[in-house]
């Protein structure tokens, strides 16, 4: 039981700080876009288009990591006065009840949707972009997977009552 | 109406906000509430499931594939970067030194940085936690009132969010043209004048900075009036620096920032080309800054001269025919030519150089976790809310709410006043982004569909936030400011010290109802 949790959580820290690299890239393409535009009069779509699958990625695959150090937002006018327990139970309801049956529904009504995009190899609309959209639809089903997969963990975790991980950016 | 309709409908707003206030993450409370309804309504035959397969669209329509949002994390990654690298910091020091000898100048400096920062910090919290951190102790240290000193901090930290580019209104502006749009094909219009992220920016511009200068009057007014309340920075307080150190570590990021903001309100540049020079510029910045603390005297050099670079890329353009599709090319535009891609060589030496610095730094890997972090919170809750949109809808709370807002007393004005209440309360809830997700698709294409100018109604919304987020017991911005204060302040203090900056937020929301030209007359002019 530890090793998968502990794998769960290893999958979504590595595959979360991989693509927070996203971000550089995206700055890098749209500051080439830029100039390429307003300086030579020119430009490559599938650079700026680049952006945007940055954009897509850096949350889709994200959200997971976001999830396993529990920084999810929330509102704590009252979360912030309950006590260990109040809290562990609300937490656990939360990823029973809300997180795990939303990506499940999400996994199960994206799988046909990005099938068919898988079908005809869907590629950019506009001429001379990335042909990838069916891989940046896939996306979606490894957001619902890894978030799913990291709310079981967590579950794991609340039930065995051991301590959830916490963000710090420097480590 | 519907009964059964009415019923699911208030159904679902009863646990969607029901476990929002329980502390569910909003994300998935929003999204699990509406889907545990819609099952229950399917069974009772009021909801059919098949809606839910437009799920996968909505997500890639409205969160992934959106180059108008593409702005946000590009925002997040600049504020980022100059916040940790402490550019930011430089700014708060630099401005309180500019101020030295004027009464409250202090407050004043965190009042103005508090306007230029509002690119990086859409979010409430981060810009009142780091001028809590940064400038409460010295206001405290050099004799302000405390009340004074945290009503300044919170007031300035809400700023930021009506202050272009602000990342909510690039989120408000989104929804809006979107609501807009609907709203007006509904009465017949089909071919409305659009609403952009741009125009939303030009008119938060004048309203943002009316109140930035209200504020600062009036801490001037405490200062000669109550000089014991906030005493200016004397020469007791060490040497003066030259004004020259001054401005040199001052004009870079005020330059950067008055430049991201003025190429999109010039109408020059999308809001996301603006957040990609403007991050870049920000690690820049940073390269420099970070290099000479790290002794790096060449690499701050590489970097200096990288932004030279930059700088000459526009000029060229200015003189010289520059387009590599060009036909015709004199012998002075292949000289030019041939200059503009040395130019490019250099500015890829200063970025390398830049990222190494800040590599070195350590803050290179933190600053891109951050910003994933940032936009993956504001991102599944967008995805969290298009699912609870599209539950609402499917359910015909569309029209309960239109049916509702008929009733309401007053025609438009009284629908409008009734909206600014509901945001205005829900505001002691949610923060500005969630508010923007949930609220706006509800109500926005019911307003809209009257003759109430989709700006002015942005701006009002914008600006009933900020004093919603500053308002006691519940803002916002006091809870974040109380987390990082010293037990000393007492929360009576902050409670008090805000009251008069709330006066002048009601006071400017008043004069932007009676006079919508305020916020309207801009984007005319500038769009058109």
Redesign the interface.
């Known amino acids: 039981m530890r090793g998968v949790i502990a794998g769960i959580e290893a999958l979504n820290r590595a595959l979360a700080r991989g693509v927070a690299w996203a971000a550089l890239a995206m700055m890098l393409a749209q500051a080439f876009s830029v100039i390429a535009r307003y300086v030579f009069s020119d430009g490559l779509i599938a650079v700026q288009e680049a952006v945007v699958y940055g954009h897509a990625l850096l949350f889709l695959v994200g959200a997971a990591f976001v999830l396993q150090l529990n920084e999810h937002v929330r509102v704590d006018v009252f979360y912030a006065a309950y006590g260990r327990r109040t809290r562990r139970i609300v937490d656990l309801l939360a990823l029973l009840v809300f997180t795990l049956p939303v990506v499940a529904v999400v996994l199960w009504v994206s799988v046909p949707y990005v099938v068919r995009a898988w079908a005809t190899l869907e590629g950019s609309r506009q001429a001379g972009g990335i042909p990838a959209i069916f891989l940046l639809k896939t996306a979606i089903l490894v957001f619902a997977l890894s978030v799913g997969l990291q709310a079981l963990a967590t579950a794991l975790r609340l039930i065995r009552c051991e301590r959830v991980a916490h963000w710090d950016e420097d480590r | 109406m519907d009964a059964t309709a009415l019923t699911f409908v208030s159904l679902l707003f009863v646990a969607a906000f029901g476990?929002?206030?329980?502390?569910?993450?909003?994300?998935?409370?929003l999204?699990?509430?509406a889907?545990?309804v819609a099952f229950v309504a399917s069974i009772f035959g009021a909801f059919d499931l098949s809606y839910?397969?437009a799920?996968?669209?909505r997500?890639?329509g409205t969160?992934?594939?959106?180059?108008v949002?593409?702005a946000?994390?590009?925002f997040i990654?600049m504020g980022v970067i100059l916040e940790r690298s402490r550019v930011a910091e430089d700014l708060l020091v630099n401005m309180a030194r500019l101020t030295r000898g004027l009464p409250a100048g202090l407050g004043i400096s965190v009042t103005a940085v508090g306007a230029l920062l509002a690119a990086s910090t859409g979010i409430v919290g981060a810009t009142v936690v780091a001028m809590g951190l940064l400038s409460l102790p010295t206001m405290l240290k050099r004799g302000y009132r405390p009340s004074l000193a945290a009503g300044s901090i919170c007031a300035a930290g809400t700023l930021g969010q009506i202050i272009p580019p602000s990342i909510v209104l690039v989120f408000l502006g989104d929804q809006l043209s979107g609501a807009y749009m609907e709203a007006q094909r509904e009465v017949g219009n089909w071919a409305p004048d659009p609403v952009s992220v741009g125009d939303l920016f030009a008119g938060a511009l004048i309203p943002g900075l009316g109140l930035a200068i209200l504020y600062m009057l009036y801490q001037l007014a405490v200062g000669l009036l109550r000089p014991a309340d906030c005493p200016a920075i004397t020469e007791e307080d060490g040497e003066a620096p030259a004004l020259g150190t001054v401005l040199a570590s001052l004009l870079p990021p005020a330059v950067l920032i008055v430049a991201v903001l003025g190429s999109i309100l010039a109408g020059?540049?999308t809001p996301?080309?603006a957040?990609?020079?403007g991050?870049?510029g920000a690690?820049l910045l940073a390269g420099r800054r970070l290099a000479a603390e790290q002794n790096g005297r060449i690499m701050g050099r590489i970097v200096e001269i990288g932004i030279l670079g930059a700088a000459l890329?526009?000029v060229?353009?200015s003189v010289a025919d520059?387009?590599?599709?060009a036909e015709e090319v004199t012998a002075a535009d292949r000289v030019a030519l041939w200059v503009?891609f040395v130019a490019?060589a250099l500015l890829v030496a200063g970025?390398g150089a830049a990222l190494v610095v800040l590599a070195r730094s350590?803050n290179l890997?933190?600053?891109?976790?951050?910003?994933?972090?940032i936009?993956?919170?504001?991102?599944?809750?967008l995805i969290?809310a298009t699912?609870f949109s599209l539950v609402f809808r499917s359910l015909g709370g569309d029209e309960i709410v239109l049916h509702v807002m008929q009733q309401i007393p007053g025609g438009e004005t009284g629908a409008l006043i009734a909206v600014l209440l509901l945001v205005f309360v829900l505001g002691f809830?949610?923060?500005f982004i969630?508010i923007v997700f949930i609220v706006m698709p509800i109500v926005a294409p019911v307003i809209l569909q009257s003759d109430i100018n989709p700006v002015w109604f942005g701006v009002l919304i914008a600006m009933n936030l900020q004093t919603s987020f500053l308002t006691p017991p519940?803002g916002f911005a006091l809870f974040y400011l109380r987390g990082v204060a010293p037990p000393e302040l007492k929360t009576g203090d902050i409670y008090r010290g805000v009251l008069p900056f709330i006066a002048i937020q009601i006071f400017g929301l008043a004069t932007v109802f009676a006079f919508p030209e305020l916020a309207t007359w801009l984007p005319s002019v500038i769009y058109r």
Do not use: H, K, Q
């Open positions: 476990s929002v206030l329980a502390g569910i993450p909003v994300a998935f409370a999204s699990g509430a889907l545990i839910l397969s799920i996968p669209s997500i890639y969160a992934m594939f959106n180059e949002l593409t946000v994390p590009l990654l020059a540049a996301t080309e957040a990609g020079v991050a870049l690690l890329l526009p060229l353009r520059l387009r590599l599709a503009a490019c970025i350590g890997a933190a600053s891109m976790l951050a910003t994933m972090r936009s993956t919170l504001a991102f599944t809750i969290g699912i809830f949610l923060d969630e519940f």
